[in-house]
């Protein structure tokens, strides 16, 4: 075990099983309470592969995982509880994370081992993100397939519960705790939510196979997130790497994240209840990270109606992700993303755009400018490289908020198409090179206010 100061609680002497033949939720529970009580501590793992149900962390008390220790969670679904928290931008019930914090401060979770979600239990998986023996052994496994969306599910209650759900959510309800109970195949967990929290530091761990949402920052302050690793399969639903939602002081460095969905994506709630809470995510710095296959690289939205500002990424590489930078919203969220900053990315086969600010994420009826209608403003996009993508750049603000002060310089990409911007105000393109083979390479569309230099950048392969 690597030196770390303080009182080391092992949790084999609290009865923990480094074989996995038994559970170990209480040995585990035990060590990081009497860590707790005594002030604070050091809940040592040992090398070992357990299993375990919910991990519930406490203040003062630093989790340690060491090298060869694999913690992994039961595939019981009933033996965990149901609560309410904050899934996809709205408060509602759903199964207990997996490691959970709420209320902590001065908390550590480091070492070289994992964390194994064991999300293959929990996941839908849809048919088009899986090869034809995939899906066979899929079938072969059990569970139900909805052959309207081509969806296996892993067992019936599951597909049930995301019909309810649907139904629910379009009639403006939220789902209660006896749907929750009844559909909890359905409430997927996160791996880990840090709630309320403060003054946190994540380092070296891995963390694999989510049933849902891998690392969720919620509502909390000052949290490190040094060199870990967020893996899942590229056809794991939900499975976002790291995701900031209303939170404030965040800093990552040397993360690899390889998943089913955004890499890192920051959030801050969704809609009127989003807006009506108000906690933005700000303050945010993300350097020396490697992002790979996950739908983006570095995601804003679509939930991100209590606002989103003075976010820095930089020195990182996106190898495969579906999108680079992507900022994402709707008509309907209301608040305001400002003053982002990426710089230094290196890109890689980005299957659609490079870079895309959408403001028609969903497609809505327009209306008139309100609180309901978001606001982009004050990015910039700086040093970015990409070998291959579908499409270089893509702006698309809405008629009645354009994009305003959007600054993009010293860009290369070789791409099928080009650039296309509308609806934007103050609009610097400087030192942009875009090898198209599709014309027209620029494209635009009540762009007011547009500064182009070196516009001999912008040409066709």
Known sequence: MVELGGKVYN??????????????????????????????????????????????????????????????????????????TRREGIHHCGVMPLIFGKDVKNV?????????GQGYAWWPIRRSRVNEDQWKKLIESGGVVDEERGVWWP????????????????????????????????????????????NVTIEGVTFSDSPMWTIHVLYSRHVDIINTSSIAPDYSPNTDGIVIDSSSDVELRGCLVDVGDDCLVIKSGRDEEGRRIGIPSENIHALNCIMKRGHGGFVIGSEM??????????????????????????????????????????????????????????????????????????????????????QAILINGLPEMPIEDLVMENIRVNSSKGIFIENAVNVKLSKVRVLAKEKPVLSLNNVRNLILEDADYLSEQ
């Open 155 to 198: 067992t019936r209650n599951a597909l049930e519960g995301e019909r309810v759900f649907r139904r629910l959510i379009s009639e403006g309800k939220k789902p209660s705790g006896e749907v929750c109970e009844s559909y909890r195949e359905f409430f997927r967990p996160q791996l880990l939510q840090l709630y309320n929290a403060y």
């Open 11 to 84: 949790v084999l002497n609290f009865g923990a099983d480094p074989k996995g033949l038994n559970d170990s939720t209480n040995a585990i529970n035990a060590a990081i309470t009497s860590a707790n009580e005594s002030g604070g501590g050091i809940v040592y793992i040992p090398p070992g592969r357990y299993v375990s149900r919910n991990i519930i962390l406490k203040s003062n008390v630093t989790l340690f995982l060491d090298h060869d220790a694999i913690w992994s969670f039961s595939t019981d679904y009933k033996s965990y509880p149901i609560i309410e």
């Open 108 to 116: 550590k979770i480091m070492g070289e081992g994992v964390f194994n």
């Open 305 to 390: 109606s209590g606002g989103v500002r003075n976010v820095l990424m930089r020195n990182s590489v996106f190898d495969g992700t579906e999108r680079g930078v992507r900022i994402k919203t709707t008509r309907g969220r209301g608040g305001v993303v400002e003053n982002i900053e990426v710089t230094n990315i290196r890109m890689i086969n980005i299957k659609y755009e490079a870079v895309t600010i959408d403001m028609f994420y969903e497609k809505h009826p327009p209306e008139p400018a309100s609180e309901r209608t978001p606001k982009v403003r004050g990015v910039s996009i700086r040093n970015i490289t990409c070998d291959g993508a579908g």
